[in-house]
């Protein structure tokens, strides 16, 4: 670990878009280096700017190349594109910056675009713990946008709406039925759904089945019929050939402006800044429950526990007093 | 919510193995009543025998069919059970004890057999948080085993694992190859593992890539030689037909005797109780920080990260302060 010095220095780097500073920022902070809260510090004042995109869904549904046709359509407009890929069941980091994935290879000598693979399995918190300094990363180091990738499976399409200015759900014909779909949770997550590999057999039919779930949801969600509500667009695409790109990233757009219409957006990042303060907070004390010193203390409790003499809450108040 | 006088007599009619006293029970552990601390308590001195099975695999690998028949087995020896179901992708609890699920029926009318469903997404802590205390419930009803079963998506299999004296993991022909299955963390819990409809096509081909790749496994992360370790074995099971479940009861019986033998067995459940208190000294610390009174306190420190004045860090360190 390099001295604070260099942290300084790697942050002045990074805010000025140097690719392997960013890269080496983004190490430091998933493997929840010391100097953490000082590249906090440091990133603070230079945050803020840079529009979160969360994209989820099943494996094979071809997120990365959606991710990837994105990142082509901002450039295309002259945007700076961050990509966070977090993989919640792989054991593994790609700890590359650029090119460490085979479907962005096309962005991999484009300075304009950041890419890192991020693994959120073992991690302390997953996704919460890393990902949204990654993302602080990439927003100081000037991006317009940050696409954050996830499979979704378990709650990581949870955790990634909880990251995400803009969560776009999508799907692919014949991927699974509709009760699996309501049982992953997306319908719950998605601004924007996007029904992908649509030149396949049982796109409309995804579609038809995907506006009648959403529909329902809507009955049982949404009753305050006062507000003009977000409804959730579903854009069908070929991501692979670029086709129905353009009409998700004005469908994006088109929810980032209801966002800032209805003031929704700051109350969005506020609690997700909340969440992640709280993250945080919890970690500390979590980290000092497990300490060393505490080690032989919760040891005793537990061998009580399992004696029958103690019960694990009043062993919990123990601990802690 | 009853008065803690009721919780008494419930837990004291539990412990006469009373199927709805223990429905009700489980049903205010998993709500998180007020009367959780009570009933812990209660419940402490009558636990601490019962046997815990876990079983977990990709959906539509026959986890529910293999249980059941795991149930008639033991239940053909004389040993109470109880099935706790948790399916962490479902946001919904299946409060009903008893017959409420379709696979399970054989054993609705056995005053013998509990089962229980639970859903764990949306808890606060997932499965840690309110399984423990279903298992003692169970436990403490008279239970000789308990199995525990979930589908196996993100870190449920880890999960469950750490609940469970022993995990067999289960697979089924052509269920998705070797990759997947390895991405998705099986082989680093399975004491057992079951390649179940073993009479479709691929099924010794499945067995013979599984043994391959647990010998990887054990190469890498085995390299004390001086103890006799414990080499996980593959059964073949057709659940739906019985076939193979007296191996596979027989399977998971050497490995409780391996545990006993070793020491492995108390150290296995200290350390499942130690995270127990952990988790719930977190939860206390957690539920004290979201608490209403410290609502307005994060807004504003949330508020003084956005505008960059603040890093999380230090947001965190002065919610706690």
Redesign the interface.
Known sequence: VRPSADVDDLVERASRGEPRAVARLISLVEDGAPT??RI??L??????DALVLGLTGAPGVGKSTTTSALAAAYRAADRRVGVLAVD????FTGGALLGDRVRMQEHATDPGVFIRSMAS?GHLG?LAAAA?QAIRIFDAAGCDVVLVETVG????EVEVAALADTTVVLLAPGMGDSI?AA???IL?VGDVYCVNKADRDGADSTVRELRGMLALGRDAHDPDAGTPPWRAPIVKTVASRGEGIEDLVSAMAAHHEHLEATGEL?LR??AR??A???A???A???GE??SKDQAER??A???Q?????????????D??G
Chains 1, 2 share one sequence.
């Open positions: 953490l809260r906090a510090e990133l603070s004042p230079l945050t803020g919640p069941t792989s054991p399995r997953g949204p499976v378990g709650q990581s699996q049982k992953a949770g719950e700051r990042r506020r800044v909340i992640e303060i709280e945080l907070a919890v500390a004390v979590r429950l497990q919760v040891a409790l537990a061998d526990v399992l004696a029958g003499s103690l019960d694990p809450y009043r062993a919990a108040d601990l802690r």
